[in-house]
């Protein structure tokens, strides 16, 4: 599958996503972070996608800049300047953009205390009075694969099956079959780490990348791993 490991932005752009998924309009589950967000990032993409893609968070967005890089200003998932677009960018290289959900295991910007403008980690109570949100996206689209990038949001996604994390790095590309949610669980690096774990993984960028293709293009065209 051929693949291109650039990401300086100069190809042409990912389509804007116009349309969001809203479960609960005004959600304030979590005061803190209604109290601080600007728009709720609820999941954007088809409702019949095969992939759906698990980011932990929205980020701050920047209200004074194109409407790619709004974040917790325009309340979409996954459109933040550099992650947002590099992981669009990614599932479109692998041939997987039209038919990817964007969503994030936290729905509302985690600011920080010390800096309103920056985020913080979303809190253990958060991630979990969040994730029926997420369990409900997942059990709508019924996607083949949950594409879990980073850490934060695989420990989301197995928690909601009851289980935990151990050694991330060791899972990054390993399926793991979710049987509660009835979906396969891909782990991926997060975009921002991505650069500096790949070689210590053993990949160069487009092996890395040809391998995530290769890897939902076997668990979207059948049961699983080497069915």
Known sequence: ???????????????????????????????????????????????????????EAPGPGNPDADRWKGGNWTGKAYTSRHSGRRIRRMLERVGR?????????????????????????????????????LVT???TLEPDVVLATGKHATKSVLAAEGRGLEGFIDSVLEPVRCERLDTWLVPILHPSYQDVWIVRMGYEPEAYLAEIGAVLEELCSSDGPDA
């Open 97 to 133: 953009d039209e038919d990817a959900y964007y969503t994030n295991a936290v729905k509302c910007f985690p600011a920080s205390e010390e800096d309103p403008t920056s985020n913080r980690e979303p809190t253990d109570e958060e991630r979990a009075t969040c994730r029926a949100h």
């Open 137 to 139: 996206e997942v059990e």
């Open 1 to 55: 599958m051929p693949v291109s490991n650039d990401d300086s932005g100069s190809s042409a752009e990912s389509p804007f996503p116009d349309s969001r998924n809203v479960i609960e309009p005004d959600c304030r589950r979590c005061p803190a972070l209604a109290e601080d967000r600007n728009c709720i990032s609820w999941g954007t993409g088809p409702l019949d996608a095969d992939v759906l893609v698990v980011g």
